[in-house]
């Protein structure tokens, strides 16, 4: 019966041994994915940071584009105005013309 009580006891201290070794593992490895996690916040905190510098990078080139593209059409405008000026000239000094004649 001593032995029975003996075999158990050890096979207790065993199982204790093995879970206190599974117990410091876990903890290891937890404590490691948390370190991971943490690398990994302060990766996406600056990945956030950096897309925000590339929007707004963008926005301004959106901005001069859009700018460009209305100073383009303006000279378009300015072109396209003169040309009606010289034309209405030429009528006008064909019919000053025309009836001078």
């Not at 075999?7 to 117990?23: C, E, F, G, I, M």
């Not at 300015?78 to 040309?83: H, M, N, S």
């Amino acid at each position: 019966c001593i032995d029975n009580a003996l075999n158990a006891t050890n096979d207790l201290r065993d199982q204790h041994y093995v879970l206190s070794r599974a117990k410091e593992a876990a903890q290891n490895e937890l404590h490691e994915l948390e370190t991971v996690a943490h690398g990994l916040e302060e990766q996406k905190i600056s990945l956030e940071r950096r897309l925000d510098e590339i929007m707004y990078e963008l926005d301004k080139s959106v901005i001069k584009s859009t700018a460009l593209q209305k100073a383009k059409e303006g000279e378009q405008e300015v072109r396209d105005t003169r040309e009606v000026l010289k034309a209405a000239q030429a009528d006008r000094e064909a019919a000053s013309k025309s009836m001078k004649e």
